[in-house]
């Protein structure tokens, strides 16, 4: 999307295809956040979306205008200078591409502020948290183009009819990506029962029913497993996983959102031991019907069950973020990314660490005789964190 924006404006877009591979560098302009700036010498360093570095050359005469997040045209970009500009922002710098594709003679720098862009960004996030919807897919009617969705409230699960018009934008995960902005247009016939979709949009006077303006999907995988090695230098963890004992691989990009469930909220959560949908306010199983039915071994009121209004998926959205630097040998974590083409790796969208307290509190009793089961919260009753937030 921020590629977007600035070719929009620049009226590029279908002007020049992208070269060697990387969909932010054309014959005409590169796309970056701005790593360095040497003013002295007149050069920018910038890094694009996929990890190409190029140095952007300035002259006298280039000229330095700022947009908006968003804008789509130039008519009210405001001229600003060199020294306007600040590492974290993202440019445009429009001119001759060298053929190597890692340096450009900018005849133009379009900029839009890191703190602009983050300003844009909290304003989407609450939108979408205010106007938005998220669960999972159990019913699709392609004749009239309506998805049944499976939506936990703090009552419980919900049965929620989303149906999809020619004015609704859908937006799609491909395989091995992570971020929200980064979801490709998509059709109907893409979707699939068991995705994961979060909608923004409108409640109807039926509380059943949603009218989406955006819709996002996209098939994910969550896992939970204990770390057994980190590569800090190729970013990869490895972990066992829980359930099939099996060895993965977690592939951690610039974009994944990694954070650390602190041990203290579960205390005094679970006497009893509070089931996965009580720890969500008390829902039924993904597809097992409308009101707050409560899957046996739901904790009493002292556990999740007597916590009206907790919602574990916005509890994980607003936990602080770490870093890989914090994520230790011998933690459990859970792992959520998309179906990738190596089912051994997996390209994590969002992590979080500290998981083994936030699995117990989320794990159904097991029934009599049967040995407990780790990674039981993980299924149709456990969490959904694969579709972040803008």
């Known amino acids: 999307m921020k590629t977007f924006f600035f070719a929009v404006a620049l009226g590029l877009i279908t002007l020049f295809a992208p070269q060697g591979g990387d969909p932010n560098i054309t014959a005409k302009y590169a796309i970056g956040e701005v790593k360095s700036i040497d ?12 990890g190409s570095t190029v140095t952007v050359s300035l002259g006298d005469k280039t000229i330095y205008k700022k947009l908006a997040p968003g804008e789509t045209s130039l008519t009210n970009a405001t001229d ?64 009239t183009k309506e998805i049944t969705i499976t939506h936990r409230t703090m009552a419980g699960n919900q049965l929620v009819v989303i149906p999809i018009t020619d004015k609704t934008e859908m937006r799609r995960y491909a395989p091995d990506s992570i971020k929200f902005g980064d979801a490709k247009p998509s059709e109907f016939s893409e979707l699939k029962v068991g995705d994961q979709l979060r909608a923004l949009g409108d409640r109807t006077e039926d509380p059943l029913r949603f009218n989406p303006q955006k819709v996002v999907t996209g098939s994910f995988r969550t896992v939970g497993g204990v770390v057994t090695a980190i590569d800090a230098n190729t970013h990869e963890i490895k972990i066992n996983e829980l359930e099939k004992k099996t060895p993965l691989t977690i592939v951690i990009k610039q974009d994944a959102v990694l954070r650390r ?92 660490a500290g998981a083994d307290t936030l699995l117990a509190m989320l794990a159904p009793r097991p029934q009599a005789g049967q040995a407990p089961n780790p990674a039981a919260g993980l299924g149709s009753s456990g969490i959904s964190f694969g579709i972040g937030l803008p």
């Open 39 to 50: 003013a002295t010498a007149k050069q920018l360093t910038i890094k694009t979306d996929a």
């Open 261 to 352: 469930f602190p041990a203290e909220f579960g205390m005094g959560m679970r006497p009893g031991g509070g089931g996965a949908g009580a720890a969500q306010g008390g829902g039924a199983p993904a597809g097992g019907g409308q009101g707050a039915q409560r899957p046996q071994g739901a904790g009493g009121p002292g556990g999740p069950g007597g916590r009206p209004g907790f919602n574990i998926n916005d509890m994980l959205e607003r936990l602080p973020t770490i870093s890989i630097a914090d994520v230790k040998v011998g933690d459990t974590i859970i792992v959520s990314s998309t179906q990738g083409v190596d089912p051994t790796r997996l390209t994590a969208i969002s992590l979080v």
């Open 80 to 143: 600003v200078t060199l020294a306007d500009l600040a590492e974290g922002d993202r440019i445009m710098a429009s001119g001759n591409v060298a053929t190597d594709l890692k340096s450009v003679a900018a005849a133009k720098v379009y900029v839009m502020t890191k703190g602009d862009l983050a300003k844009k960004a909290d304003a989407e996030r609450a939108e979408w948290r205010r106007r938005g919807i998220l669960g999972v897919i159990t019913a699709l009617k392609p004749d």
